[in-house]
């Protein structure tokens, strides 16, 4: 009985020991609240996480950083945004990003302002692949077709002289063209020596076999010239130029009969002096 | 005395003022009306735009496809008779006939106008297909060159017997007056198989005419030889027998051959001896200027 004693009191001790044990560890972990259980940590560092108005004024100034540890080499580039950066980036246009490529080669596209022009003058074409012969001869001119201009005779025109302030001009004109026949022809004139020419539109008079227009009335003093152009039916042109045939609007009465006139007043006028002296 | 003096100094003066009179008088009588004679300027139009006689000559009823020039010297038209096979038509101006073409039957021939005043247009008539200026017979696969053309051949004949040299040929088509470019296009084939090239149109360009040309050097009894466009056969060379050199020709039309539309035109064969095989697809057609 004195045996079992001492060994049943060493075991109920333990036990106890145990139990308060195990109660006084579950009241400790319970003691940090609902925080971060840790189990068998070599120390335990418990930081008072209460807000302080000083820390909040603290962190304040302090701006984000990126913290590096352990690194071997660490540098900092400062990625504060500057104006000048703004301007090299409104530069940058975008680009297509190539990697891993063996060969890149990029060809400028741009438009240049001669270019829509050359597009425009680009006729169409027949296209041909793969043939293994191509004979495109162009087709024309007709053989043996009209290569000759009209004859255009020599104008005549009427009045043929003296022509009056306020008096139209006929000319009259012999046009031939002996191989695909005339066409059309046109009197072209200018008046004064300039280089307006006006257009009047020939009529064909098949009694006379002539070619007519008429040059309105001009004022006084009034220079004009004229030509006269024919095409015939092949297109081929003749001109019957001439700074030539021209003729000057004189007055309605002309000064080359009031010298006349006053000569012979003149001499009227000696005559009767002179007789009344000899008398 | 002195009266006598009066006298004669107002016969003096009348006389002056007579002759000062007429002076004024014919001086001005010159200057109211300037007439000089003018020069006469001529402007030949660009030779193409010839194209609007009226009256329409002995080629524009009968010719084609054509090929000519102006040696710029007058013919003797007896010479120009001797290079005929068939004297067509002569007068005193200008001869008309046709030309054998070597190793061609007559069916074959090429006519020719020789005018006196230089002029030596080789044609084929109107109605005939521009794919018959082709002989295949001068086409060689090994080179890829048709070396000339049946025109050409028959104005060589020509301007050889007349003892001139050809410079400045050109071709006109009188059915076509308004095309400016013809264009003849060959593939070539030896052996069994197919060959093919490929053709666009673009719609901006009106055709006149589509024609073609396909050829069989030799085929023995059983084997074909095919023209084809997109797959579609247009004409089969078949060998009934030991057939030798066999050229057919057609023209196709506007759903044949659509404008604006690649088009696969093909010739092929399933015999296997390496004879020649060909197609030829001609255009006479109005290319914008």
């Known amino acids: 009985m004195n045996k079992i004693s001492p060994t049943c009191l060493c075991l109920i001790s333990l036990l106890v020991g145990a139990v308060a044990g195990v109660m006084f560890l579950s009241s400790e972990a319970r003691a940090q609240g609902d925080g971060i259980v840790v189990d068998g940590a070599d120390d335990i560092s418990m930081i008072a996480n209460e807000y302080s108005t000083e820390l909040a004024n603290a962190t304040r100034e302090v701006t984000s950083r990126v913290v590096a540890e352990y690194g071997d080499f660490s ?12 301007k090299g980036a409104s530069a940058v246009s975008s680009r297509v990003a190539v990697e891993y490529a063996d060969f890149a080669s990029a060809c400028e596209l741009q438009s240049f302002e001669a270019l829509p022009q050359a597009a425009a003058d680009v ?37 043929s002289s003296d022509v009056a302030p306020y008096q139209n001009v006929t000319v009259s004109v012999n046009i031939t063209d002996a191989e695909s026949g005339v066409k059309n022809a046109t009197l072209h004139y200018s008046l004064n020596n300039t280089e307006a020419w006006t257009t009047v539109a020939m009529s064909y008079n098949s009694t006379s076999h002539l070619y007519y227009a008429t040059i309105p009335e001009q004022s006084e003093g009034t220079g004009v010239k004229y030509k006269i152009v024919a ?10 130029e001439n700074d030539g045939q021209a003729y000057t609007v004189i007055p309605e009465f002309p000064s080359f009969l009031i010298l006349p006139l006053f000569m012979m007043a003149t001499l009227l006028a000696v005559i009767v002096y002179r007789r009344k002296h000899s008398e | 005395m002195k009266f006598e003096n009066s006298k004669m100094k107002i016969n003096m003066l009348a006389i002056l003022i007579i002759i000062v009179g007429s002076l004024g008088l014919y001086s001005y009588a010159n200057r109211g009306t300037t007439t000089q004679s003018g020069e006469t300027y001529l402007f030949i139009k660009p030779a193409f735009a010839q194209s609007m006689s009226t009256a329409p000559t002995f080629l524009d009823e009968e010719a084609g496809i054509s090929l000519y020039v102006n040696i710029n010297r007058p013919i003797d038209l007896t010479v120009a008779k001797t290079v005929y096979r068939t004297l067509e038509k002569e007068t005193l101006n200008y001869t008309v006939g046709s030309i054998a073409l070597p190793g061609l039957s007559s069916n074959e021939d090429v006519h020719c106008f020789v005018h006196k005043d230089g002029w030596i247009v080789t044609y084929y008539l109107k109605g005939e297909p521009i794919s018959k200026i082709v002989d295949w017979n001068l086409w060689s696969q090994s080179t890829s060159k048709l070396n000339k053309n049946k025109l050409q051949v028959g104005l060589e004949q020509m301007t050889n ?46 055709v006149d005419e589509r024609s073609w040309s396909h050829y069989s050097e030799y085929l023995y009894y059983g ?20 057939v030798w050199n066999v050229t057919i020709r057609g023209t196709l039309s506007v759903a044949q051959l659509f404008p604006s539309v690649p088009h696969v035109v093909g010739v092929s064969s399933n015999y296997g ?17």
């Open chain 2, 273 to 289: 001896a390496s004879y020649q095989y060909g197609v030829c697809l001609a255009l006479a057609y109005q290319e914008p200027l």
């Open chain 1, 75 to 86: 540098s900092n580039l400062e990625l504060n945004k500057s104006s000048e950066l703004d």
């Open chain 2, 223 to 242: 084997y074909n030889s095919y023209f084809k466009i997109d797959g579609n056969t247009i004409n089969t060379i078949a060998g009934s027998g030991s």
């Open chain 1, 231 to 240: 095409y015939d039916n092949a297109e081929n042109m003749a001109v019957k």
């Open chain 2, 161 to 206: 017997s007349l003892g001139v040299v050809a410079t400045g040929v050109k071709y006109y088509h009188f059915q076509y007056p308004n095309s400016n470019k013809c264009m003849i296009i060959i593939k070539g084939l030896v052996g069994s198989g197919e060959n093919s090239f490929n053709v666009t149109i673009p719609d901006d360009i009106e």
């Open chain 1, 123 to 159: 006729t169409s074409r027949i296209i041909v692949e793969y043939a293994d012969f191509i004979f495109s001869p162009s087709l024309g001119p007709k053989p043996m077709e009209d290569g000759t201009p009209p004859t255009i005779g020599t104008p005549v025109q009427e009045p």
